[in-house]
């Protein structure tokens, strides 16, 4: 039996505990850092691509991300393994400073034994893996999996100050209740106000669906949280791309009877999202990444087909994603796989894309904006 | 010991209350005469020894991390009130105690997980994350609770106090409420007890003496 008193401190003790969030208050919503406009400088078209890994020992390799780094290098990061899901898979980096000619040889950064070892578990493989930088810091989210298929994912954090030489032991993020599995990452972050960052993160379990994960520090510390971007079973892999401060859209794979990117648009810095809608534009259910270029466009590269993924396409859009144009075929070869693109603007312009080629190599495209629209006056729009 | 590895242990917490309880079942079953002191100290030490095992470098009880590292306050303390009771073959919940607690993980597992797992558009696991009504429900629920004289109660202001001191992975306060498993244990629990009710007889909780 407790005593009238000894209630009482309890019921106070418990009033405070519940109510201390509220006195917390909640900091101001951040909204998106949208690219700096670049006026158009008249450059000449400029094309190049070529393989990180050319010579890559692996039967695999897939899930690319491509980060700049303040130098201007660029870092690239990629699973790579005998198959996917294997257990010598590993996350692979590559880095080229300006005046390199070629990309590093490839680098294991996280294996299993090592994330195993950072986060004091088992863990039977990792998987896909987002790479992006801040002003003095490379931050790498990567999937792990202790048990079963790609629904046993979880997300980790780990960050590199010395531009990828080490890096933090690795942090589990905590994002489901249930086991907290069946969250992945495939797409670049957008960087918020306050200097967190927006993640476009997805549920893969039962159903598919698009969530936001927020990447904010607090005295030291790294808090994630998560938000989910819409309902349903079938949209998933968003691309998330700032207009404004408040508006952005993200695009998103379809596995449902569709076969159609859809979109999805937020108004309040991604709280709230609109229920997605399917555009004119085919997806076999293969990944896409769309971002806002220096000039207001969007740039979208995606599989153009409900089949397959033969071929690599670049769409852009002058109306905020309402309606798109394609621009150009990046790949196309009856029966190949090219797949997973990942795109980038770099602080002068240029735009990157990495892609998974035959499943067998990373590679790597640069252009500029001249390029673009050249090859969009030469296209039936 | 840093908060880290507070909350390492923390996650064995549960898988060792099961495993010893398992050890003072068996004991029962196979007629020994153990009991308080030695029913608590001899399976909770074969049970500490076990999950200590290393396969592979990794303790048994960093592997079962694996699969969950975020073991719930209330059902640790459940599974502790079970292993005292058991052990020591004194009430320590009553049957409303364990009522409360069943009901809680079942409603509350109800609440949250299909609707966490992409069911609808509302997910309920971000009110975890700030003041939310989750906090509300939970201050009135157990201020209720305390006031009925619950010890079960007790364990849900434990929670929140665990929550504010973040001795778990997670920092989302559903995570110190509620597991998938308490949550599964729950739905077994209400069901036997319903279906006993139907047919008229009372299921005491394997807890209880």
Redesign the interface.
């Known amino acids: ?2 005593r009238p008193a000894t ?1 009482g401190v ?2 106070l ?3 405070a ?6 006195l ?1 208050g ?1 900091a101001p919503t951040p909204g998106f850092v949208t690219p700096a406009r670049i006026p158009s400088t008249g450059a000449a078209p400029l094309f190049h691509d070529e393989f990180i890994n050319p010579d890559s020992p692996h039967q695999v390799s897939h899930v690319a991300s491509i980060s700049e780094l303040p130098d201007g290098s660029l870092v690239t990061t990629w699973y790579a393994g005998s198959r996917e899901g294997a257990r010598d898979v590993a996350i692979y980096m590559s880095t080229r400073a300006p005046a390199d000619a070629r990309w590093s040889p490839p680098r294991a950064i996280v294996t299993p034994e090592s994330a ?1 070892r950072d986060l ?4 039977k493989k990792v998987g896909n893996a987002v790479i992006f930088a801040d002003s003095g810091r490379l931050w790498l989210i990567y999937v792990t999996v ?2 079963g298929g790609w629904s046993g994912s979880s997300l980790n954090l780990t960050i590199s100050t010395d531009e990828g030489l080490t890096w933090t032991p690795s942090q ?1 993020l ?1 994002l ?5 599995i ?1 969250e992945l990452v495939k797409n670049a972050p957008v960087a918020l106000s306050d200097g967190g960052w927006a993640v476009p993160i997805y ?1 893969e ?3 598919r ?1 698009p969530e936001v994960l927020w990447l904010r520090e607090r005295m030291g510390e790294i ?6 971007m ?4 079938f949209g998933y892999q968003p691309a998330l791309t700032p207009l404004t401060a408040n508006r952005a859209l993200a695009l998103l794979r379809d596995d449902g009877v569709g076969k159609a990117v859809s979109v999805a648009r937020t108004e309040d810095a991604g709280h709230t999202w609109s229920p997605p809608q399917p555009l004119d534009l085919p997806n076999p259910d293969s990944g896409l990444d769309a971002i806002s270029l220096t000039d207001r466009r969007l740039l979208l590269a995606f599989n153009d087909s409900a089949k397959g993924r033969e071929n690599l396409r670049l769409a852009m859009s002058a109306d905020e994603g309402r309606t798109w144009a394609r621009v150009a075929t990046l790949a196309e070869e009856p029966g190949a796989d090219f797949s997973y693109p990942f795109l980038m603007q770099t602080r002068n312009g240029d735009v990157h894309i990495v892609y998974t080629w035959k499943r067998k190599a990373i590679k790597h495209i640069v252009f500029n904006a001249a390029w673009l629209d050249a090859r969009r006056t030469d296209t039936t729009q | 010991m840093n908060l880290h590895a507070v909350t390492e242990w923390l996650s064995a917490v549960c898988p060792w209350l099961v495993l010893v309880l398992c050890l003072q079942r068996a004991v029962g079953w196979r007629g020994w005469t153990l009991r308080g002191w030695g029913l608590l100290l001899w399976p909770g030490a074969i049970a500490l020894g076990v999950l200590l095992l290393p396969i592979k470098g990794i303790v048994i009880a960093r592997w079962v991390a694996g699969i969950s590292a975020n073991v719930s306050i209330p059902f640790a303390g459940m599974l502790a009130v079970a292993v005292w009771e058991r052990a020591f073959r004194r009430r320590v919940f009553s049957l409303r105690d364990w009522d409360a607690g069943w009901s809680f993980g079942a409603i509350s597992g109800l609440a949250l997980y299909p609707l966490a797992l992409g069911v609808g558009s509302v997910d309920p696991y971000e009110w975890g994350w700030r003041f939310s009504p989750l906090f509300v429900v939970m201050g009135a629920l157990t201020g209720w609770l305390i006031w009925k004289q619950s010890w079960f109660g007790c364990l849900l202001l434990l929670a929140v106090i665990a929550f504010h001191l973040r001795l778990l992975e997670s920092s989302n306060y559903w995570d110190y409420l509620l597991d998938p498993i308490y949550s599964l244990v729950s739905f077994i629990a209400v069901g036997r007890r319903l279906a006993a009710h139907v047919r008229g007889g009372v299921w005491l909780p394997r807890g209880a003496p």
């Open positions: 039996m407790m209630r309890l019921i003790l418990t009033v505990l519940n109510g201390w969030s509220w917390e909640g195993a004091n578990r088992a863990i202790s048990i589990r905590t489901s209740p249930f086991f907290n069946a549920h379990l039962a159903g669906f808090r994630a949280t998560k938000s989910r819409s309902a349903g079973w």
